[in-house]
């Protein structure tokens, strides 16, 4: 004769569940209000009584306690915070995971410098040249890929490396933050000086700037042309602003990294995930 649990519920509030549990079982089973919004579905036939206790709790991130003498299904504040820190830690980590993939950016070599600027220049005219999308996204990728390079990026690329991982990981999806080292009321302050950054960007940018020639930087009417993304970052700039948006697609956040001139006007953009 079956001695376990035989139930089937579908979509049914946690304490509704354990209520059924304890009608099918003959036990004393009670749960707390820190879990009337989670949902269950079971369907066990004869199954072990303390098994299905101890799945239930799992699943839904709670434990059994005893509390003036009854069996009670809670999830105590010390474990909804262990949780919380648990889950917290595992975004950071992804977040981390992402940066690090990010390519390695050796220092930079006059003959470093002229074969970005070369790739930039190059990818710029295939991609005014080019007549079907599969060439095209081709030229394109390999353009992104050159401006990864570029002091701007550099710059967003070391800033990365230096934010609070939790803080980010903390972000709900599609939401955004914006970070400055010298915050408006509605921005946040970058959590680090950013001075010595700051101070090898300007160096990096007017190596760049000394290497470009006339024909590298003259006007195109071209929707490609993101070069403004190279050569228009003020090496004097005093002011950045980083957006940061939770994607999600990806539930990983996109950065957007602008440059400001002295009197405040955006000089140049980075942009990365």
């Known amino acids: 004769m079956p001695s376990g649990v035989t139930l089937k519920l579908t979509a049914t509030f946690a304490p509704k569940a354990v209520e059924q549990i ?21 369907d066990v ?57 990010r390519p390695a950016l050796p220092e930079y070599t006059t003959e470093q410098v002229q074969a970005v600027i070369a790739v930039v220049s190059s990818t710029l005219s295939d991609l005014g040249n080019v007549h ?12 992104w890929a050159a401006l ?30 914006c ?27 007017k190596q760049f700037l000394r290497s470009a020639t006339a024909k590298d930087t003259a006007p195109i009417d071209s929707y490609d042309d993101r070069r403004y993304m190279t050569y228009d970052a003020d090496p004097d700039c005093k002011r950045v602003l980083l957006v940061v948006t939770m994607d999600r697609t990806s539930r990983l956040p996109t950065f957007m990294l602008s440059l400001l001139d002295p009197d405040g006007w955006k000089t140049a953009i980075a942009t990365g995930r």
């Open 22 to 42: 304890a009608k099918s079982s003959g036990q004393e089973l009670y749960a707390d209000g820190s879990l009337g919004r989670d949902v269950v579905c079971i």
């Open 45 to 101: 036939h004869d199954a072990p009584l303390e098994d299905l206790k101890k799945k239930l709790a799992e699943t839904i991130g709670a434990v059994w306690i005893q509390r003036d003498g009854k069996t009670i299904l809670s999830r105590p504040g010390w474990l909804d915070k262990q949780q919380r820190d648990e889950a917290l830690n595992a975004r950071a980590a992804e977040i981390k995971h992402a940066i690090d993939a």
């Open 132 to 143: 079907d999308y599969q060439t095209y996204d081709k030229a394109r990728w390999k353009q």
């Open 148 to 177: 990864d390079q570029t002091p701007a990026n550099r710059l967003l690329d070391r800033i990365l490396r230096r934010l609070d991982l939790k803080q980010l990981a903390s972000l709900p999806l599609s939401q955004r933050i």
């Open 179 to 205: 970070y400055s080292n010298a915050p408006t009321a509605s921005e946040r302050r970058l959590p680090f000086d950013l001075r010595p950054l700051l101070a090898k960007f300007q160096e990096e940018q």
